[in-house]
């Protein structure tokens, strides 16, 4: 098709659709010269139209403009990188080859389950992630004993002092008959946030399950099985 045909479309935008990257990420690679349109290094700004070749660091981007997002049930034991972490496999090997150039959005470590996201949309994986659009997330949480009344309100109220910063979560009692299990909301996202910010209080947390993330659901989706979902 000709771009008579087929209106230009911004760079940047589809580069952060293809890397699963934000629009200024993308940026940064044109002003580096590390994308090329048609052979020729592509300056800020640039536009392209349907079948033109679009390289970065002199590798091919497929031209395909379908924005894909997956609601994914990690199970425990599974990381979520690309590479295998020792004998721990990654979500990838859970997953039809045909989302394998997807990225996830907010990750879960290996012995967290529950809700990821896994998209080729850089601006909504930007938007999902980054503290100053306060996505909410939910999980379950078990701990290996009994969380006492007067840390429950410390982490609630006052916050616990972790060493990037004070950490503070919204409990609420899975049962009237434990507690040790908790109903954890958060808007924040830093790394084990949860399992240190109960670390620190001298609890071990043995089951942290995400259940929901902005405005997606786990659902009924299985452990190890995901479910196409148009953007909210």
Known sequence: MTSESTPEERLNKYLALQLGSSRREADNLIEQGAVTINGAVATLGARFSEGDAIAVHGKPLNTSRELVYLLFNK????VCSRRKQ???DTIYTLLPSEFHNLKPVGR????SSG???????????FQ???PKFYKVKVYQVRLE???EPLHQQMISDYGVELEDG??????ERLSDTSRKGW?????????RQIRRTFGALGYSVTKLHRTTFGNYSLGDIKPGEYKNVDML
Do not use: C, W
């Not at 199970?75 to 599974?78: A, F, H, K, L, S």
């Not at 004070?166 to 409990?171: A, E, I």
């Open 75 to 78: 199970p425990v034991g599974y």
């Open 86 to 88: 020792g004998d721990n």
């Open 108 to 111: 879960l470590d290996k012995d």
């Open 115 to 125: 809700l990821i996201m896994l998209t080729n949309d850089g601006d909504f994986a």
């Open 128 to 130: 999902m992630t980054h």
């Open 145 to 147: 004993k009994d969380l």
């Open 166 to 171: 004070t950490s503070k979560l919204s409990l």
């Open 183 to 191: 109903q954890v909301t958060m808007s924040e996202g830093r790394n």
